[in-house]
Nanobody, 123 residues
Framework: QVQLVESGGGLVQAGGSLRLSCAVSGRTFSSYAMGWFRQAPGKEREFVAHISWSGSITNYADFVKGRFTISRDNAKNTVALQMNSLQPDDTAVYYC????????????????WGQGTQVTVSS
């Protein structure tokens, strides 16, 4: 069983930064690809970023490229999302998720999910 717990969300002004963290329990964290997704009110859940089990492969949605950075620490069983230059459109609940095998952008292929953390960006 794998459990994911996100933290680090909050309220920030436009142009500000937040760092989200996801703590993962389970013995085989290093075997899982990890992803961050987000869901704004009234919208579908969408892909934000993912990272391979080794950390060597990362991918980002176009709307966060150059602003967000995903990273992982397999020794600490954590994955992080550094978010800079935040804009009001980034307001959403952010979820981390894990899957065995290579990472991808499709939420339906991720096996385990955290409860989400709210990020609110004021203008």
């Amino acid at each position: 069983q794998v459990q994911l717990v996100e933290s680090g969300g909050g309220l920030v002004q436009a142009g500000g930064s937040l760092r989200l963290s996801c703590a993962v329990s389970g013995r085989t964290f290093s075997s899982y690809a990890m992803g961050w997704f987000r869901q704004a009110p009234g919208k579908e859940r969408e892909f934000v970023a993912h990272i391979s089990w080794s950390g060597s492969i990362t991918n980002y949605a176009d709307f966060v490229k150059g602003r967000f950075t995903i990273s992982r620490d397999n020794a600490k069983n954590t994955v992080a999302l550094q978010m800079n230059s935040l804009q009001p459109d980034d307001t959403a609940v952010y979820y981390c998720a894990s899957r065995l095998g290579p990472p991808n952008i499709y939420a339906s292929t991720y096996n385990y999910w955290g409860q989400g953390t709210q990020v609110t960006v004021s203008s």
